[in-house]
């Protein structure tokens, strides 16, 4: 075989799975085209908070996508140290090690994997070019005000806005699991009285630092609740159910519980509404028609069916006037760094599900 034929073959392997345009195979740089992305040039990132869950998840996606180049994992506590001494699921993947550098003229995309109320901070504590693309996995900027210009990061409802955005807020988990639950309802104008809603998530959701109930012998065969009616998410839950709805008097009683398993997250919610099932719930399936990773399911989820993936599933039932629906996501992935790279892909006009064809844990 020669050259050329080898190089056509390979072009050929590269791109049988791709949808292209001719503007994406050579690159568009006209005017209308500011997140275009040419599929043969690599997203250059950068990852602040590297050492964390999220952080972790977050290289093992990246390494693994086929268009993304880590420049940086910036740890200042493991500054020098393997990658893999922290994240030791990574043994054989790569020989990255964390770092203190932060070269933000180097990378087309930072991600910030802090603790809540630190991405604030860092922001009037350091200067990031302005070309440079922001994914705040925290919740400093998930609530829209005056002066914030992070477009909320939940593909299913801001898709096009997130296209256009240089800033992004990545919802949080419970709040991911728990919208894409209920935003067909919204759409459908379904909620008008108080919605009763349950969720249980792993341990995982509370970070890595260890804490009195994230400890073995404490979680293990244990359940409880937390921050009944007052968790921090509802804000958020709120204002995307108000964007769909147009409005919204009810409220949202929220109780999390913590539960004895390491990572995913599901939720019920409890909507009083006498539209039929099979209307709701052809409303559900159309509302999701178009979005790669939220399926509507004809028969009842369980957790493992998400686990490991950046989907998220959904069932209906109704009983008498009262619509029960359940939702499961991994919290670390759809409710976290899966949906912050679907987030990336669609930023900068990539295959959204591209780095995220994902097996889940089921067996």
């Known amino acids: 075989m020669n050259l050329a034929s080898q190089i056509v073959g390979s072009l050929f392997i590269a791109t049988r799975h791709m949808t292209l345009t ?35 998840e977050l290289i093992r996606l990246l390494i693994n996508h086929p268009q ?27 020989d990255m090690c964390f770092t203190s550098d932060m070269p933000f003229d180097k990378v087309d ?20 070019p302005a070309n440079v693309k922001i994914i705040d996995l925290a919740q400093d900027f998930r609530l829209a005000e005056p002066g914030n210009d992070y477009v909320y990061g939940l593909p299913e409802i801001n898709r096009d806005k997130i ?3 240089n800033h992004v807020a990545n919802p949080g988990c419970f709040a991911t699991c728990i919208q894409l639950g209920l935003l067909p309802a919204a759409a ?4 008008n009285g108080d919605v009763a809603v349950n969720a249980i998530t792993g341990s995982t959701g509370a970070g890595q630092k260890p804490g009195a109930t994230t400890h073995f012998s404490w979680r293990n065969n244990n359940l409880s609740i937390y921050k009944a009616f ?11 159910l108000t964007q769909v709805q147009g409005s919204l008097d009810a409220a949202i009683d929220f109780i999390p519980y913590r539960g004895d398993f390491a990572r995913g997250i599901f939720a019920t919610c409890v909507v009083k509404t006498d539209a039929p099932a099979d209307e709701i719930i052809e409303g559900y399936k159309s509302f999701y028609k178009d979005a790669p990773f939220t399926h509507y399911v004809d028969k009842a989820i369980d957790l493992k069916q998400v686990v490991n993936t950046n989907k998220c599933l959904v069932h209906c039932d109704k009983f008498g006037n009262k619509l029960l629906i359940t939702s499961c996501i991994d ?33």
Do not use: W
């Open 188 to 191: 459908m104008k379904l909620i």
């Open 22 to 56: 001719p503007s994406q195979l050579v690159g568009d740089n006209s005017s209308n085209s500011s997140n275009s992305f040419n599929y043969f040039k690599m997203i250059k990132i950068g990852i602040l908070g590297a050492a964390g869950y999220t952080g972790g």
């Open 109 to 128: 995309v930072v991600f910030f994997c802090f603790g809540h109320g630190k991405s604030r901070q860092f922001l009037q504590e350091h200067n990031i």
């Open 230 to 240: 007052s968790h921090q998410h509802v804000p958020e839950i709120r204002q995307s």
């Open 331 to 363: 919290n670390l992935l759809k409710g976290a760094v899966g949906q912050a790279v679907q987030n990336m892909n669609i930023m900068f006009g990539i295959d959204e599900t591209e780095g995220l064809r994902l097996k889940p844990t089921a067996f």
């Open 68 to 94: 993304a180049e880590i420049v940086f994992a910036n740890s200042e506590s493991n500054a020098g140290n393997p990658v893999t001494d922290v994240h030791e699921g990574l043994y054989g993947d790569t």
């Open 163 to 165: 296209a256009k955005a």
